[in-house]
């Protein structure tokens, strides 16, 4: 018995991961359609050099009906990092994206591929982050990064 544990152990550790946030301040329809956004257009540029990838292959399968998205990305990149060799590194997303109509709305991600949970983690906390942005519009973003002064 404990043979068959310590064997299922790192498939249960590698996959079924999710997480969820939530979004005040937005409407189900507002977080609906950035959610659309992200999914057909993800953004690796912006982030730090270290996080930045090249899209390879990103299918998007969009249920309107059921709120949900599923996403089988493929992603890699050459990571030059100051005084060593270039690093080829890739990798593949497969996860579903899921609206919870609710006040505040919610959204959850399922991940459906092999991965460990940290790196799970960082994709998924990377999509909400990328959902924020889009839901706080140029205007607040650029309130908050600089506030008005007062003379």
């Known amino acids: 018995m404990k043979q068959i544990i310590f064997m299922l152990l790192p498939v249960l550790l590698l996959c079924g991961c999710s997480m969820e946030a939530r979004f005040p301040g937005s409407t189900n329809d507002q977080v609906w359609t950035v959610m659309k956004a992200v999914a057909q257009q993800p953004d690796y540029q912006t982030a730090h050099y270290s996080k930045r990838w090249t ?8 249920d309107d009906e059921q709120h949900l998205i599923e996403i089988d990305r493929s992603l890699e990149r050459i990571l030059q990092r100051p005084m060593t060799k270039p690093l080829h ?12 109509p609710d006040d505040p709305p919610g959204v959850i991600i399922h991940n459906r591929g ?24 140029p205007m607040d973003r650029s309130m908050q990064e600089s506030p008005p002064s007062v003379n």
């Open 55 to 62: 899209i390879i292959d990103n299918f998007v399968h969009i």
């Open 114 to 137: 092999f991965s460990l949970p940290t790196k799970f983690q960082f994709e998924a906390q990377r999509y909400f982050s990328e959902m924020r942005s889009l839901l706080t519009g």
């Open 89 to 100: 590194e890739t990798a593949s997303w497969v996860f579903t994206v899921e609206l919870i």
